[in-house]
């Protein structure tokens, strides 16, 4: 079964550096996202991603943040210069379609990257 | 704006008695629903979605939910619990656009 997959599984870093944490969503999805969960609470909405630009994002995906897909298949989320409360789970997911799709926006998730900031 | 509620963080159930998760959304469209399961050390895995048609959706792993939109929820259940149910469950609404609100979650634990 197709699968997102999500680089690094682990990270720890230093506060004030940058990160980056890739994705490789499943193939035929147009719909890219990124979630986090920090621990011990609720999977939070950051960015939707669609033809290039992103199309939703909430307060929390600030200036610090940005995503891009370089080459057509990685999906990147970057973080410019960490802070401590970025300590989180980020979730990768991909979509077949919108919300206008048959698919209904099922989103497919990957296993997650643990960011740890010191 | 769309939200989503699950009442009880943590839910302790005796293998083999029943798994009632409560769940309670607010949207302004007629909204999609989903349930997603997280175990240990994974990633979210989709357990069943209501879009239209029949309000009882069966999904994984012998869960089903049922959309009441008079009542604004989408309760899940399990007839009897498993082992292997030990996880945290998550609701979600989507409405308009790519959206999708996530509740706090539930762990469910076994008891043997």
């Known amino acids: 079964e197709p699968e997102v997959t999500q680089t690094p599984s682990h990270q720890v870093t230093q506060m004030g550096q940058e990160v980056i944490l890739r ?20 999977v939070e909405f950051l960015v939707s991603f669609y033809n290039n630009e992103i199309s939703e994002k909430s307060e929390i995906f600030d200036d610090q943040f940005s995503v891009e897909r370089p080459d057509g298949s990685n999906f990147t989320l970057k973080i410019r210069s960490t802070k401590l409360e970025d300590s989180a789970m980020y979730f990768c997911a991909s979509s077949e379609g919108g919300r206008t799709a048959a698919g209904a926006n099922v989103l497919t998730f990957g296993a997650g990257s643990r960011l740890t900031v010191l | 704006a769309q939200s989503v509620t699950q009442l009880g963080s943590h839910v302790s159930v005796s293998e083999g008695a029943l798994v009632l998760l409560r769940c309670n959304y607010s949207s302004s469209v007629p909204p999609y629903l989903f349930w997603y399961v997280q175990y240990p050390n994974q990633g979210l895995q989709l357990l069943l979605k209501y879009t239209t048609g029949a309000t009882l959706v069966k999904g994984i792993n012998g869960f089903e939910a049922e959309f009441k939109k008079s009542e604004t929820s989408f309760h899940l259940t399990k007839p009897s619990a498993h082992m292997s149910d030990a996880a945290e469950y998550f609701c979600s609404v989507s409405d308009l656009g790519d959206l999708i609100i996530f509740g706090t979650g539930t762990r469910i634990h076994i008891l043997p």
């Open chain 1, 23 to 42: 994705c490789v969503p499943i193939s035929n999805h147009l719909y890219f996202y990124w979630y986090r969960q920090i621990l011990g609470q609720k």
